[in-house]
């Protein structure tokens, strides 16, 4: 049962474009989400979180949205750079649950 | 300069032999956990441990087993009983249970 989905497995922007990446959950319990890019052979990094209490977070290019409704959050990126090439995979976690559920990812190629 | 380490970064078993994946932090995290991926799919949590000298078991435990005998080190080793052990192996750490983790380089484990 994968509770944390990104349907698109593969994304590809122009430089210079916005990037928008999808989530979607299925677990009402979570309240806590978060956005992690990873390059290959290497460990994620931690990008941008959002509580559920918020509906947008902002960190520099990075923005996420939250539709608690819908169950459904995104990561826009603008304007998209090259560095930006790596697969992001969104994250969740319920209220006082150590515990992260991974989706599986979205490999995002910004084409120069 | 704190973070994450894993070593090695390349591991490879004979078949019916246990090996260790070594994890380190010097960030101070009381929390500590061990993922594993497969090509294609999001990150399943292993094992995890809140404090020194306890831990649960993740979605994926069987086959794999762990100790927490000091706070900075969260070895993971993968035994006989584990008979598709070839993935890429990642370890985390949090500040406290409710908090972002933040991910070591991985280990890429190889059956021989």
């Known amino acids: 049962d994968q509770q944390v989905k990104q349907n698109s497995p593969s994304l590809s922007v122009q430089e210079g474009r916005i990037s928008i990446l999808n989530c979607d959950y299925t677990n009402s319990m979570f309240d806590y989400f978060l956005w992690y890019k990873k390059y290959p052979a290497e460990g994620p990094t931690f990008l941008i979180s959002?509580?559920?209490?918020?509906d947008k977070n902002e960190d520099g290019r990075f923005t996420v949205f939250l539709n608690k409704s819908a169950k459904h959050l995104s990561l826009h990126i603008v304007p998209s750079q090259p560095g930006d090439s790596a697969v992001y995979f969104c994250a969740a976690k319920g209220f006082g649950n150590e515990k992260l559920t991974f989706g599986t990812g979205t490999r995002l190629t910004i084409i120069p | 300069d704190g973070g994450i380490t894993q070593s090695p970064k390349y591991l490879f078993r004979k078949e019916g032999q246990n090996v260790t994946l070594s994890c380190e932090q010097n960030l101070n995290h009381d929390a500590m956990y061990w993922y594993r991926q497969d090509p294609g799919q999001g990150l399943r949590l292993i094992y995890y441990s809140q404090i020194v000298n306890d831990f649960q078991k993740g979605d994926i435990a069987e086959g794999y087993s762990v100790s927490r005998e000091k706070k900075e080190s969260f070895p993971l080793t993968v035994t006989s009983a584990q008979k598709n052990p070839t993935a890429f192996y990642l370890c985390?750490?949090?500040?406290?249970?409710?908090?972002?983790?933040?991910f070591g380089p991985g280990t890429r484990l190889l059956v021989l």
């Open positions: 959002i509580s559920s209490i918020k």
């Open positions: 985390a750490s949090s500040k406290g249970r409710e908090e972002t983790q933040y």
